[in-house]
């Protein structure tokens, strides 16, 4: 899970709130046979055959034999756009975003209107960072399909990227509208709509997301920090609890419900928040050290000391910057 850091600054470091991945796209499409309406093969040809048995490898996990098969099909019928369709599929799980963006080429090139070849050579501009010609594969795969919600959803994300907020945000509630229950829709227009300082509308798109998904633990994290913008410290501090309870373990839930009970002065549960987290996490040095800081405040000298000289060991430079409080050079 990709991480950014939002520090939050008191009398001394404490440590960072985190907010997770800013936007997310969703994976490319499925091997589906729409659009095959040029050089389509009758189920006995030998071309169909060795399709066929390239997608039973495939789905075996033998990636690069099924590239041999669909190989085969090629070379018996260079038009077959659903082999260059289900080559460029391989080639992009392999990470040959080039190839695959040569297949899907090919195929769109001999049938114009494959949607979805237009829609995964758009996911792998983007792992290439062709965003701008990403956007126009997307726009050409909704005007061939209308009511595909997905091309809408990564044309927004690709439109975050370049800078296109407002764009980004029409193209998501566009896609909501198609789908109301499109939870990554709600969750990176919120991630937007957060991006461009509506942390209310943020909050509301976080809650939806939630609703629809209550193990999605990035959208705690980001519901957390769009909370702690608006002064909703109480409400933040709900978050954190209801994340730990609804999700897998995380270190940085802990950390940042330590760190709002922490700005909240309420010390003594603030110390058992990272408590609660070392118990989960033992190695977590920024743990460690917003537990010391925590002790620190509440009057526990010498167990601030122990957490910070534990947090120094487990590499958190921050700690030791407070050990000479301990009487140390």
Known sequence: MDKWVVCILLAVCLSGCRQANVNKQIKQGTDSLQNETVASHP????????????????????????????????EIDSNYAVAYYKRGKVSSDLKDYKG???????????????????????WNKSNIGDNTDAIDDYTKAININPKDAESYHNRGWNKSKIGDKKGAIKDYTEAIR?????????????????????NTGAINDYNKVIELNPQHIDTYINLGVAQYETRDYEG???????????CSPDADLYNNLGRALYDLKRFKEAAEAYGEGIKAFPSDGKLYYGRGLARNQSGDK?????????????????????????GEK
């Open 43 to 74: 189920v006995d040809s030998l071309a169909y055959a060795y399709l066929e048995s390239g997608r039973i490898m495939y789905e075996n996990g033998d990636k690069l034999g099924a590239i041999a098969e669909y190989n085969k099909a090629i």
């Open 100 to 122: 695959a963006i040569a297949d899907y080429t090919k195929a769109i090139k001999i049938n114009p209107e494959y949607a979805n070849a237009y829609y995964n050579r758009g």
């Open 178 to 198: 198609i789908n109301p229950k499109y939870a990554d829709a709600y969750y990176n227009r919120g991630n937007t709509k957060s991006d461009i300082g509506d």
């Open 236 to 246: 933040e501090i709900a978050t954190y609890r209801l994340a730990i309870k609804n």
């Open 302 to 326: 010498n167990g601030a000391c122990e957490d910070w000289h534990r947090s120094s060991e487990l590499g958190c430079l921050q700690a030791n910057a407070l050990l000479p409080l301990c």
